[in-house]
């Protein structure tokens, strides 16, 4: 008793953290303010008490931490917290991947979206599922707008009472009194309580009302509950499980053997309570007090009987997880109690293996063992479910792979080893037939013939790793086959870096070997030899490096001994080295060597080893050759002796002697000339000596014996030289005395012809000068001689005459022919009348052949173009199109060139482009360097020494701001929104995914405010051009994302639509409109009488009104009837056709003039309504046709005409004075009029409530059919391109480049858009968009962007002026970054096989006729038609040749051109099974499908040609644009570099130095003093004054030549340029090295210069 009224004095009072305040005296009592302060102040600590349970409860549940009780409501409105709550106890209704924004990274970088109303939707469905009344369910915009959260803690708390009654989820905590709160926290939550103005939920009596709203019996259960909270005090454990088994107490799962702890835990809970209901109630206990504060409800004892349960529960798993038990374990888990989904009874022993594993883990990471929890042990099913679902799926994986393997198709192999479900490395398809070699050589090795996934994985990843390197060896892909040769994968060992490149080529080397040899892989062991062969090869050349460095060492010693030891060395791998010829070696190396230090100039140069290898050889050589030359002497001289001159000269001429002008006539002579040489000779030694000496060319000695015959090079010890023996150069001397004797002999002889021409001409002037005489004589007797030839000549033709007519006489028979002959000319005479009548009326003639030709040819293209399967004979026809003319090449290669100069012209033009940018920054740094100058000199008198460290910034500043600053940080930032506003206005889809992001009332105004304004409103063609293509892509991209139904388009409001409507109705469209309806509206509006009334109740009100005022008498009908009443009046339903009438009439009138004018509505409406009904059909390809026809017959009547019919005066349709509407009985009619219009257009009946209108039901039926044809005609628009004249080269040709004028807000907002949705609106990380807002950087301010600070203004408001500055406009004169012009490459035609099956089918199908493929390639071809074969090939082949290099044809297609008819079938037949085989055609069906190939390439080829014209002209245009702006480029870069030349010029011109002054002398100390020379690296500053600076102007403006002395001594100079001086100051250096030494002040240089040069 003394402890609970100690606990109740202590419970009194709360504690004076908790926001009580301080204590008052007892005596003291609270106003009723303070009273009602405190009562609130009690309510916010109350409710984040309930905050802080309802955080701790769902931290418990998600396993996540949770913002603090204040941000705990803030946190909630996203819904995402509670969406995982619903997936904690319904994870069915609630899947993870539903949940929007899971992360939360958008709501964190954007705020709220209304998506994030989806995760709160979610939330109410789960709570629905599991039976929470909804009574405690909040409303969506309790928690998206935060209207009333206490009502969402509230339904928290009942939440978190049913789940634990369910079991599905921990007791929440009663924290009242047990957590503290700081003052500014509570004070905080007041004023939110506050502003919700409502009354906090009774949070403790949720367990009363949640057994209110469940179906029981209320009183049975209240009494049930109450015995037992009686028993469970009395502490009897038989009477306490009584009570709980009372039927009407509606408890579950009670278990016997847990009654005691039922009991201790009930009464735990009871007393627990209880307590916590002493410290919420510090006062007495009133009267109205629940009862349930201090007993259990029926929830809350279910809840804890669960607690017990599923402990005892999970103290079973835990028992059979100590025995190891798989079976014991399942059935333990199978309780019910545990509510554990996706038992499988295979998995049993994986439940056991993981289970022990985590309860390890578990125990590693407390310290102690301890059990494991529900959701542990059910994340351990899931764990071990999906484990065993794996390693099922692999090993039938597995398998398949093995059988794949033995079945041996590499392609099947490949299939199965591809499966994802095998959970092997990557598989490379290529590597086909490597993987089933090598596989199957494995599975072979095994024992039992079969392959684990182990050693799957091992080999597959060594066999990629091996195809890797044979595609690397393929692709000549160094890099990438250094990548995979030492990765881990291949497992290759001995792999030395430095040996990269020889690995590759020894491999490259093999591959090709082995390809030769029909192995198209190399495998694994092919790559390990290679890399030992290589590293062998590369330790053999280091042996041999060092073998050289030896040899070069002993030639450097001189001694032949040293250099024939170092040469025999194994590892020098020379070969050929023989001992004898060790001198030879010598002199030939030392020679060669000496040449090779003369030629490079390295008097240490070495000879490396093929030198030496070289000068082996030559030494070897040189032996054998003075050998031979030695030994051809030797039978000289014996043949000499022997007296033979055949012998002799045979001798001589032999080639190892090498003697030159031996002739075979003169052999008696040599031998008696040597023989004398030889007997003449003085024998001055020994002449029976056998050594003989001989010199060679280069000097050296050989020595021979004439007895072993064999030589050394070094002389031989001892020596005795034979002295009859005759040397080469004796006998060579010999010889050419002979031969010389023997040739003068031979020049006479040679000579005798020239002396016989000389005496024929002495003996030919003879016979001219005869001659001459007898002629002279001859021409005296001319007359004489003319007379005997007449008197001849008469004499001849008188004999000829007699003999004719002698003959004519005898030749009757002759003349008879003859006259057969006239008769016969005159018949031809009259056929070449006829003849002549023909060819004057050829024209006629002409005509009439060319219409049967052509009605047939007619015929048969139709029949061409129209037939699925045309005929062989009908291709045959027109198989010639398909042969390229020479006008054909003539015109591809002028498109070829007109591409080639076209994009020299756009490259030249960028450049072009580019030097003016660099002349705009020369001329504006020249001007600001103006500027900055006249405030440098009018300052310059007030320098000090202290003030002249300010004079650099002094330098730095420019009188413009913001953007438009003349200074590189400013002019990238103009530069890089020029690109991206660039990039925007030319690739609408950023636009369009971007509009898509954005709320519709958002999305409205920023396509009014900022891309209306960036596309200038279509003011030009370009312009609209772009415009057009962001309606476009947002159209299309707005389809493929929020329409799902066709009918949505007409249901909802689409955004592109609607803004599309809105422009070029109000835009351009507006008058427009005018022209279209202005004639009909004017009439209805001008006709007074006309009234049109469709419904039967007005007409009815009507009549009773107008009968009223005519008789002034009250009407005995009824007023208030029905459709149906009054259509039963006959006045009504006459009145009612005279309407209906009028109103047809009025219609036609209006839909005449809508259907004639189609030309008249605005481009781009027409273009939007084909992208709309193309878009449709390609995404709703099963839609009805009348469907699509509604949709946008909708657009272009309802949303753009309707709105004006109906309303004329909104949109200017008529003129009206101001002040003055439509009467109301015209806004009727026109309404009828639009209602009637709108039924046609969308194919509407009336029925229903409009049944009297069925009349009309047929007229609209008919106009509807004429709004489809409208409809037809309005999409049948050109491309854009050609609309506009405008292609990828029309920027590129611009002179004028294209600028915006924006808002520096609009700006701004447009950056802070794109940051937001860069992602959605740019996905790919390669995207150009993302490069340039990394140009920009991060978002700037209003106040950086315009360069001005915002001050208070005259009423102190800075957000006013803030608002001001953010009206202020911005140019911006758009460039392109990625400038760029890429040339069409042709790929490979992945289809040559049927290419070039076609090629040969047409050449075969023009020589050789037939009525079907098959007969013609059956049938042997003619020798006639063999040569018309040929024929046509040669006429190909010529023409081919004819054309330019890059038009020729494909070479393997000029290969079939050389075979013969016969050749091209068998091949034809051929390629026809391959093609076969791979589905492109059919035997059955005679090859049709190739045929069809064929009559396509006719068709297509005519389109092509019009597309290649069409082509040429665009491209001569683009050409002419290009030289235009080339030529104005060309021009402004003249006149700019006239204009620097000037300004420098002036700046120099105005005060010249004179001579004394010409150059400036300055120390250093002095310019370190003024600040010029900050300081010389090395060089200390007492040393300053050694050093001299002399500056001298040179002979251009602006250049300069610095030179530096020191000590008197020149040192160096440095050429100063003054354009370079600005440009680092414009980039912002400050500094910049001078003789690589010494720093400079470039601000204060300049001012120097300027002082003292320009006088400035």
Known sequence: VELEEADQLAMERPPRDAGQGPPRSGYERLTADE?????????????????????????????EDLASPTELEESLRNGVILAKLGHFFAPDVVPLKKIYDLGQARFKACGLHFRHTDNINYWRDAMSHIGLPTIFHPETTDIYDKKNMPRVVYCIHALSLYLFKLG????????????????????????????????????????????????????????????????????????TMMALHNPSAMLRNLRENFAAVYQEVLYRAKVEKASNAKNRNPKEIPEGEDIYDRYLTQAEIQGNINTVNVKGALELVDDTLEGQDPQALYCALQDPILALRNLQRENADGYLDQLIADREQKALELGYIDLLEQEEIQAGIYVANERGDKERIVAQAVRHINSSIRRGVAEETTRALMNPEAQLPEIFPFAAHLYQQELSVLQQQQPQGELVQEELFVAVEMLSAVALVNQALEHRDASTFWKVLISSSLGLSEVEDSNAQRYFDNLLKRKLCSRDGKNEFLNWNDIQASVNDVNILVQEENNKVLAVRLINEALDQGSPEKILTALLLPSAGLCDVTLPNARRYHDVLIRARKQKAQASGDAGAMLWWEEIQQGISKANQDTETAKRMALGIAA?????????????VRVLCNPDVSLCGVVMECASAYQAQLSAVMASRKPPGNAKAHWVQHRLKDGAEYYFSLQTFEGVWDQPRPFVLNTTHLSREEIQLAITRVTAAHDRERLWKSNVRLVIQLQACMRGFLVRQDFAARWRLLSKQVPAAIKIQAYWRGYRQRRRYLERLQYLRESVDAVIKIQAWVRMWRVRKRYLQRLRYFRKNVKAIIKIQAFVRANKARGDYRMLVLSKNPPLSIVRRFAHLLEQSQRDYWEEAELLDLQESVVRGIRSNQQLESDLNLMDIKIGLLVKNRITLQEVVSHCKKLTRKNKEQLSDLMGLSKQKGLKALSKEKRETLEAYQHLFYQLQTHPLYLARLIMQMPQNKSTKFMESVVFTLFNYASNAREAYLLLQLFQSALQEEIKLKVDQIRDILTGNPTVIRLVVSFYRNARGQNALRQILGGPVQEVLQNKTLSIRTSPVEIYKGWINQMESQTGQKSNLPYDVSPEQALSYPEVQRRLDISIRNLLVVTDKFLSAILASV?????????????????????????????????????????????AVVAPDGFDIVDISAGVALHPDHRCNLGSIAK?????????????????????????????????????????????????????????????????????????NTHKLLLEHQQSVAPDPGDPLHELLGDLGQLPTIQSLIGESVGNGAD???????????????????????????????????????????????????SQPGDSLMEILQTKASDDQEVLHHHLMKKRALCNSQAPDKLRRNHSLAGNSHLSIEEKKRKVFKNLRRLESLGLVDSANQYQEIINEMAKDIRNQRQYRQHRKAELVKLQQTLHGLNSKRMFYEEQVDYYNQYIRTCLDNLAARNKPSKKQAALHYTAARLFEKGVLLEIEDLPVSQLRNVIFDIVPCGEAGQFQVKAKFMGIDMEKFQLHYQDLLQLQYEGVAVMKMFDKARINVNLLIFLLNKKFFKK
């Not at 984040?48 to 396993?63: G, I, T, Y």
């Not at 057994?211 to 015995?227: C, G, Q, T, Y």
């Not at 449709?1176 to 909708?1194: Q, R």
């Not at 992945?1390 to 090629?1399: D, G």
Request: include cysteine; charge should be negative; hydrophobic fraction near 40%.
């Open 636 to 648: 000289v001289n014996q043949a000499i002796k022997e007296g033979n001159a055949a012998q002799t």
């Open 168 to 239: 599905l989820a921990p007791q929440i905590q009663d924290l009242y009194g047990k957590v503290n709160f700081t003052d500014e926290e509570i004070n905080h939550m007041k004023c939110e309580l506050e502003k919700y103005g409502l009354q906090l939920p009774s949070f403790s009596k949720i367990g009363g009302i949640l057994a209110n709203e469940l179906s029981m019996d209320e009183a049975a259960v209240h009494a049930a509950v109450l015995a037992i909270n009686e028993a469970v005090e009395a502490g009897i454990v038989a009477q």
């Open 1236 to 1308: 009637i219009l709108q039924h046609a257009a969308a194919n509407q009946m009336f029925e229903g409530e409009n049944s009297h209108l069925r009349v009309v039901n047929q007229y609209l039926e008919e106009t509807h059919l004429k709004f489809r044809k409208f409809i037809t005609a309005a999409c049948s628009v050109p491309e854009p391109e050609d609309r506009f004249n405008v292609d990828k080269y029309s920027d590129m040709v611009m002179i004028t480049k294209p600028v915006v004028y924006i808002t520096a807000g609009e700006l701004i």
């Open 1356 to 1406: 102190g408001n800075s957000e006013q002026a803030l608002s001001q500055l953010a009206k202020t406009e911005v140019s911006l004169t758009l460039t392109n970054k990625f400038d760029a012009v890429e040339t069409n490459v042709k790929g490979k035609d992945s289809k040559s096989l049927l290419l070039s099956t076609k090629q040969m089918l047409v050449d075969v199908i023009q």
């Open 1159 to 1203: 030309d008249k509505i605005p481009y781009g409406m027409r273009y939007i309504a084909k992208v709309l009904k193309v878009s449709l059909t390609e995404k709703f390809p099963d839609a009805p046709e009348e469907d699509i026809y509604k949709i946008v017959g909708n657009l272009l009547y309802y949303r753009f005409m309707n709105p």
């Open 35 to 63: 009273m009602d302060e405190k009562r609130r102040q009690n309510e916010a600590y109350q409710y984040l008490c309930r905050l802080e349970e309802a955080k701790r409860w769902m931290e418990a549940c998600l396993k």
